[in-house]
């Protein structure tokens, strides 16, 4: 009977060798062999090869097939000290693979080298509880988590429309959410307005939102821009960098300012708007479908903007269509679905009915079109006036 040194000894005998101060030189390179990490998770999970995959010794024969369908593809297999990687590059030379070595000392010695490795992120033992019902989606998963929790998503408004999408996004726990509002609560708000409270009259929105979202969600960075989105502030504001913009504003100027900048920043927009019992959503996704010029070029006469008059609205219509907004948000995050770019989905409180129009780019868009002439913000501040109201409804 053969001892465990002795069939170490046989497996490396027949297998082809690497030692990590060669591997090091190839790290990043176009040429570079595909680094596999045969450990077990835990030991994965305090870090790895830059780059490297990972499966388990244990699930090795299984899952090689999937991930490396080429049997001549470079392989470099490691573990902790070369010797798991020994027997497991035995076991893929006999399955045919031509060109597999194992790394001898393994990721110990990388590390006792100094080389470079990276400590891929993991959901934290309170994370993975508040968040077990994405965890047991596919689409969502562990690393759909971890998008939302690195994903950056812009609130304009933190109205009727920002109050629900922005609640859902930070219970759905989007790491950062910047929210744009120069209002303060006033008490016609609380009808429809649920992210603020009966304490909080006179406090900016802005404020009030981030006192209700940091209080539900611990993992969400609320960044608060007490001010109104004008063609002063807006390169400034998106500029910071988001992955999603969700437009809750209830004012052309705005909607434009918005637009532009996204289309300009490449950032997809989730447009959204309430009238009475009547609701609107979509998506602006720059170049993938039409941005909001490409339906409205230029406002609408002052006197026809519906938005210029304090419209009525049924409290709970942009509770549902604000809904709707974040469900847009969180798909384009996790690259889930079909999203409402190209349509433009509308719902009749009063019917409980929903319809959809498909709404298309235009060529000759005054901003996202093939020779656009608008290039820089325009305010149409004599539009409306907005003195002394804010941005969302
Ligand atoms: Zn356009």
Redesign the pocket.
Known sequence: MASYREILAQAKAEIDEVTTLEMVERVGLSDAPLFLDVREPDEWQEGHLPGAYHIPRGNLESRIEALVPDREHEIVIYCASGARSAFAAKSLTEMGYTSVSSMAGGFSDWKRNGFEFETPKVLTPEQRSRYARHLLIPEVGEKGQQKLLEARVLLVGAGGLGSPASLYLAAAGVGTLGIVDGDVVDDSNLQRQIVHSTERLGEPKVLSAKRTIEALNPDVQVEAYQERLTSDNVERIIGEGWDVIVDGADNFPTRYLVNDASVWHDIPVVHGSIYRFEGQTTVFHPRVG??Y??LFPTPPPPELAPSCAEGGVLGVLPGIVGSLQANEALKLILGAGDTLTGRLLLFDALANSFDEVTVK??PS?P???EHPTITDYVDYVEFCNLAGRGVAQ
């Open positions: 039409p941005c010029r490409c780019r235009d868009c901003v996202c079109g």
